[in-house]
C-alpha cells in the first residue's frame, strides 16, 4: 500500500504564507512527477504547480512568483511554499505523485486526501 500524507494547511490573512508538505509512504520502487492540485468550492480541480525526479518544475500562472515546489528525493516528500497568499487561493489542496510500486512493472498515480488553506481578506 502506498500513502501520501499531507500536512501544513490551515487559515492564514491574505499576504501570509503556508508550506505544505506530503511524506509519500510504502512499497515504493521510485517517484517521478511530484504535484500538488487545489480544488475551490464549485470549481474543478486544478494542477497547481509540479516537479519531476529530476527537479524541473512548472506552475500555474496565477501562482508564479508567490509558490515554490520542492522535493526531498531522500525522503519520498515534496513540498509546497506558498507566500503572499490571496483568497483566491482557497481551496482543498491535493499530493499527487506518480511512480511506481514494488513488484509492479507500470507506473500508478496516488493522491493524498487533501488539505484545507483558507486565506482570509
Known amino acids: 500500500q502506498v500513502q501520501l500524507v499531507e500536512s501544513g494547511g490551515g487559515l492564514v490573512q491574505a499576504g501570509g504564507s503556508l508550506r505544505l508538505s506530503c511524506a509519500v509512504s510504502g512499497s515504493i520502487f521510485r517517484l517521478n512527477a511530484m504535484a500538488w492540485y487545489r480544488q475551490a468550492p464549485g470549481k474543478q480541480r486544478e494542477l497547481v504547480a509540479a516537479v519531476t525526479s529530476g527537479g524541473s518544475t512548472k506552475y500555474v500562472d496565477s501562482v508564479k512568483g508567490r509558490f515554490s515546489i520542492s522535493r526531498d528525493n531522500a525522503k519520498n516528500t515534496v513540498y509546497l511554499q506558498m507566500n503572499s497568499l490571496k483568497p483566491e487561493d482557497t481551496a482543498v489542496y491535493f499530493c499527487?505523485?506518480?511512480?511506481?510500486?514494488?513488484?509492479?512493472?507500470?507506473?500508478?498515480?496516488?493522491w493524498g486526501q487533501g488539505t484545507q488553506v483558507t486565506v482570509s481578506s
Open positions: 499527487n505523485a506518480v511512480g511506481r510500486v514494488v513488484g509492479i512493472t507500470f507506473d500508478q498515480t496516488f
